[in-house]
């Protein structure tokens, strides 16, 4: 008996802070860092860190070279200023999808499954602020769809969808 007590005033105390914490607007600023990417939709809610590609050579080599990826793991390329977007897979070894992000962070267009070597660009139309590539798979399996929105501090600047 005393055991259900301590678990129900936990329970109680658990939605406490965690009401706390995603209604207080300190709580939404700190979770938005440079080094992770939140994504929402009808499908629900993912989360990813990312190592971040905003200079031309770091946009350049992209995840090249990168034998494996965590699951919860991605590269987001940032660009200064919103334009069309084409990528390839020159010298990358795993299958990638790219997430192509407007200056309000929402989805525009999702390439499924990109083939390593391959030199076919893959182009993700006019506009485009950001990219995410994840592992091959992931966003189909997650559900991320272009309308699904993107949190993060590169859509700072603007009428961010999802702001931080």
């Not at 070894?93 to 391959?118: C, E, N, Q, S, Y």
């Amino acid at each position: 008996m005393r055991f259900a007590w301590h678990a129900a005033v936990f329970t109680v105390f658990s939605v406490l802070v965690l009401g706390f914490a995603t209604s207080h607007p300190r709580a939404e600023t700190a979770a938005c860092a440079p080094g992770q990417v939140f994504l929402r939709g009808d499908w629900g809610q993912a989360r990813f860190s990312v190592d971040l590609a905003l200079s031309a050579e770091e946009r350049a080599r992209g995840l090249m070279f990168v034998e494996k990826m965590p699951a919860s793991r991605g590269m987001l390329f940032v660009y200064p200023r919103p334009g069309p977007a084409s990528f390839w897979m020159k010298n990358t070894l795993i299958p990638l999808d790219m997430i192509f992000l407007d200056t309000t962070g929402t989805v525009r267009h999702v390439h499924h499954r990109a083939k390593p070597g391959d030199l076919t660009p893959i182009d993700g139309g006019d506009g485009i602020l950001a990219v995410l590539e994840i592992n091959g798979g992931l966003a189909k399996s997650l559900g991320i769809v272009p309308g699904s929105q993107m949190r993060h501090p590169a859509f700072a600047g603007g009428p961010a969808a999802w702001p931080c």
